[in-house]
């Protein structure tokens, strides 16, 4: 009896328990505020003022080294463990593709935080995984290292950021921390932070960390360079808030169906979102790409948008999203211009559950529904569509390779995605998921290799402090 065949006889005692626990959780508290996705954005003020709230190992918080409290010491981490089921990954009927891996994050970071205007920060990582695969196993290394002055004006606050730290950008199409790996994405650089009541500008430069398997050998040297500008305005409620942004961005060895060589790409774009409204939430944004990479001209676009109805009053208050996005790829080989997209930094996971393509000529409807069965357990299901944007380009994983060659078919429909996931807060430090995704391959994939259609699921638990 293999290992899918077990799978799938435990999935009802999976269900039953799963559905007896639906009660229960209305025992426990809302989710815990004090715990950031980025851990250098946690701040003083909040444990200052919400100590009684008493999570565990809430006295690793604000430890004071003076009298006055102005100089205090942090310190958090994480421990994560999942455990992932595949049959037929990369949609291969090899029987090396379906298998089961285990894989955990561990991470401890530090803040030191001196008078009002000054703080360090710094963040170990270790990741273990089944396979050693790029940015999932790594024995330890360096996450974070940066240093933090901030300077109050009479009406503005300027903050400059510098060492190795985290950038987590708008939806995290093309700027991203990475989260569904161990290893999360830093970079080596330095921010400089404006910010008033209505306007936020960022400008940075920074280098990639590339992580590597062995300890404290991750490196910057000869990664994918990075820097630019944004600007983000606080517009009237109704109308909620807009982003302006220059992004500069240079690879050598960059590597396209159509292309390769010295990659200088330059991106302009908007985004206009409301995240908080009573209703209707939508986070919608056009990106403009130009360049240059070897002797090719480059010219590419994407947009996006991700529309959300919410029933607010109604129980389980009911989350009906779709999103949808267009993403050009290459039209013409031999024409000396490059149409094909660069996502540069991209969330792995933003096109459902299975982390097999990137926003590279790609076209897309993406339709979910949530509900939030108590304050600490949501469930969701949800359908994604790929087509491919042009028939001359192939298909790009996330970490930009292209995996599948366009010019073998004129076929677009790569196929359709189902997931299905809840996730349970336990406790203030504890959270517990399940997601599940199945991947029916299209005609394009058909004619262009293995179309076997992919099962995943994926169980985590997770604990922070």
Known sequence: MNRFTITRKLLPYFAIFFLSQIAKAQEIKPVFEGYKLMRSDENEDFWRKNKPTKPLLYQLKLIPLNPSHSVNFTI??????????????????????????YGHRLALHTGLQLGKHFRVFGELYHGFYGQKVFSQYEKLDLHQALAEFTLPLETTQLKLIAGRQEFNWG???IVSLREALN???????????????????????????????????NSSRHAPKFWGLNFAFALPKKLGNLELYYYGYQRINAKFQNASGLETRHSL?????????????????IIYQFGSIDKSTISAWSFQSDMHYIWSEARYK???GLKLEYVTGDKNASDQQLNTFNPMFNNPSY??????????????????????????????AEANFYWRANKNDGLYAPSLANIRAGKSTQDSYIGTQLGA??????????????????????????????????????TTLNFRF
């Open 318 to 320: 009911p989350n009906l």
């Open 421 to 458: 996931s809840f996730e349970w807060d336990l406790s203030k430090n504890v959270s517990f998921s399940n997601e599940f995704a199945y991947y029916i391959a299209g005609k394009y994939l058909e004619d262009s290799g293995g179309s076997e259609n992919i099962t995943y699921n994926v």
């Open 183 to 217: 290893m999360r994405r830093s970079f080596d650089g330095a921010r400089l932070i404006s910010k008033s009541h209505m306007l936020k500008i960022e400008g940075f430069y920074a280098l990639e960390v590339i992580p590597q398997f062995d300890p404290f050998n």
């Open 76 to 101: 958090g981490g994480q421990i994560r463990t999942r455990y992932e089921v595949f049959q037929n990954d990369t949609w291969s009927d090899n029987p090396k593709q379906d298998k089961g891996i």
């Open 171 to 173: 939806t995290g199409r």
């Open 351 to 380: 096109f459902g559950l299975l982390n097999k393509m990137t926003s590279m000529n790609l076209k897309g409807i993406h339709p979910s529904f949530q509900l939030n069965l108590k304050p600490t357990l949501r469930v969701k």
């Open 269 to 285: 774009a908007f985004r206009t979102f409301i995240e908080n409204g009573k209703h209707f939430n939508h986070n919608s944004g």
